[in-house]
């Protein structure tokens, strides 16, 4: 079975219609300080494998606002708790683009090298570039011994609205994807539009082929 690092029970929800039973470590990775999503997931997931002894996914992701730059992006989670969404949807004037993206990595790390390409390959990046290669002068934290991780990106675009719904957590009620708010939706509808639902597929499929859950 395969363990899911992270201290949000939302998305292990969310994993379980692509990878079955998951099992949940309650286990708080340090998230590096960066812009890059994948530099923070692959660092995580290498830490939680040493931690948890076993094979693991993590899942970092965050909400990238067109009118703010790309803000709150790597800091969502800090800007969640301490801002809110609701003030972050206030935060986008009238006159403002409203789009936003959000976007997931998901890092799986089992202590093992990979045959396709060698490690830290990234899937789903529009050229496969790697983790190593695309930070390589960011990501001191990666030094040799290490064990390789393979990371899933997933992106969904969407516009930021006045908060709707009553499902799923996090900024899902102020994040609309084709007129719905996520939180409008259930787990299934979301996972079929999401960045997370399209991150953990890609995951799903690479797990089946080499036949590693
Ligand atoms: P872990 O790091 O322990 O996994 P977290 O909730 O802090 O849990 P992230 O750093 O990846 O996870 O999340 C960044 C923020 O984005 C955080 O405030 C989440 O609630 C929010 N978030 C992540 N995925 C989301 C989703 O699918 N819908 C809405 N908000 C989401």
Redesign the pocket.
Known sequence: MLTF????P??VH?AEEYLGSVEQFDF??T?VQGEDLGTIAAH?AREAYREAGEPVI??????FVDAFDGFPGPY??Y???HVGIERVWRLTEPEDDHGAK?R?VVAYCDGEGFDAGGADRREGAPNERTVSGASRARADSVRDGDPPVKIFEGVVPGTIVEPRGDG?????PI?EHDGTT?AEMDTEE?NAV???GRALAKLGDWLDETGRV
Request: zero cysteines; a negative charge.
């Open positions: 690092v992270t201290t949000n939302g998305k969310e708080d990775y998230e995580g993590v899942d970092d992701s965050g909400l969502s989670s800007v969640e708790s959000f997931t799923g957590f996090g900024y899902d994040f996520f979301k999401s960045h997370r």
